[in-house]
T-cell receptor, first 113, second 113 residues
């Protein structure tokens, strides 16, 4: 079983829809939770991050972490065609020996005009 | 402001050939990383360098070697390429390890025939 599981999609929604992207994880030591966005043929770029549990909002994007369920979500409100990309969740255990990011496999999102 | 620069962008190799992927960052970051990205597998860490003069194995180091030439440059070498090494390779850097703020290059698409 992978440490981080993410539904690969593809997910296709109409413009203006609310999008929900999710990841589950098994390592309870993860403390930092991130979402990266990757456009086609580009490198990933950091979109949002949260520390421990709770919500964080940035414009149309909201990141949620539920550590009790080992579940994180990214919500996109009023989705736009420019949001079409692959979204990768990532997590880290800051106390671990490797202290690296562990990535989900990514969800491919298409927002149709 | 170039960020992380990877060369080449595309490469086709024959089985058994060798090559070096180059990576340079201009953000004065201490830590650098090499990942490979395959469909359905997400980003998998090959090697990383927490600081100049140190390198460590990641999740999938077999068949690869790295050199942290100086603070700016981190190269990845394939000594004898195999078809299983066909992938997209990303270099990344961060100010420290651990860090959430990875900056990725735009990738090298490698095909081994």
């Amino acid at each position: 079983q992978k440490e981080v599981e993410q539904d690969p999609g593809p997910l296709s929604v109409p413009e203006g829809a609310i999008v929900s992207l999710n990841c589950t994880y098994s390592n309870s030591a993860f403390q930092y939770f991130m979402w990266y966005r990757q456009y086609s043929r580009k490198g990933p770029e950091l979109l949002m991050y949260t520390y421990s549990s709770g919500n964080k909002e940035d414009g149309r994007f909201t990141a949620q972490v539920d550590k009790s369920s080992k579940y994180i979500s990214l919500f996109i409100r009023d989705s736009q065609p420019s949001d079409s990309a692959t979204y990768l969740c990532a997590m880290s255990d800051p106390s671990g020996s490797a202290r690296q990011l562990t990535f989900g496999s990514g969800t491919q999102l298409t927002v149709l005009p | 402001n170039a960020g992380v620069t990877q060369t080449p962008k595309f490469q086709v190799l024959k089985t058994g050939q060798s090559m070096t992927l180059q990576c340079a960052q201009d953000m004065n970051h201490n830590s650098m990383y090499w990942y490979r990205q395959d469909p359905g597998m997400g980003l998998r860490l090959i090697y990383y360098s927490a600081s100049e003069g140190t390198t460590d194995k990641g999740e999938v180091p077999n068949g690869y070697n790295v050199s942290r030439l100086n603070k700016r440059e981190f190269s990845l070498r394939l000594e004898s390429a195999a078809p299983s090494q066909t992938s997209v390779y990303f270099c990344a850097s961060s100010a420290s390890t651990p860090s959430i703020g990875y900056t990725f290059g735009s990738g090298t698409r490698l095909t081994v025939v």
